[in-house]
């Protein structure tokens, strides 16, 4: 049995890992889509008070009592004179929603959710990358014939190395070269 990797076993697996590449990030905008149509669905939800028995229990008690209360204002209208169209009485109602019932803060969550999907997916697109092409080295890297070619791959730099870290004060030196220019 030959335990050497031949060229065309290279070609083969290298072909190999970039359809799987490339499957995997079409998975990443499928999955992006789907938290994002999971998230809508979490907006949209409304809690009804009879979905919950203590809900229901809840609002019944409530509604007894501003049955009660209803019943003495209008007696109190009455002995007041008022018309009965025009007293006023209390009225009760259930929130089947917090936060998201409201259009600006759903708008808001929705811009942070998207921008936590949209960061989710590039950071899955280039782990995706960077599992591809480590997969794609070591088939290489077998066939390189000399040393010179392995030390050349080692003194590829990192994006950590070509893109430091930006400081509050390393922008404000930006602002202040920007407004002298």
């Known amino acids: 049995m030959n335990d050497i990797m031949t060229r065309a076993d ?83 109602g259930w929130q089947d929603a917090g936060r998201n019932a409201v259009k600006e803060e759903r708008t808001e969550m929705r811009r942070v959710a998207m921008k936590q999907v949209d960061a989710l997916q590039k950071a899955a697109m280039t782990a995706i990358e960077r599992r591809s092409v480590e997969t794609q080295e070591k088939i290489m890297v077998g066939g390189l014939s000399t040393d010179d070619a392995r030390k050349f791959l080692e003194g590829m730099p990192s994006a950590e190395a070509l893109m430091p870290s930006l400081s509050i004060e390393r922008v404000e030196n930006l602002l202040i070269e920007e407004k002298a220019a």
């Open 10 to 92: 290279r070609e083969t697996l290298i072909k190999i890992a970039r359809q799987r590449e490339r499957l995997a990030k079409s998975e990443a905008k499928e999955r992006a889509a789907q938290l994002v149509a999971d998230f809508e669905k979490q907006l949209d939800r409304r809690y009804h008070y009879d979905e919950n028995e203590i809900w229901k229990d809840a609002r019944g008690t409530a509604r007894r009592v501003v049955d009660e209360a209803n019943e003495k204002i209008a007696a109190e209208c009455a002995r007041m004179g008022i018309p009965a169209q025009f007293a006023p009485k209390l009225a009760m």
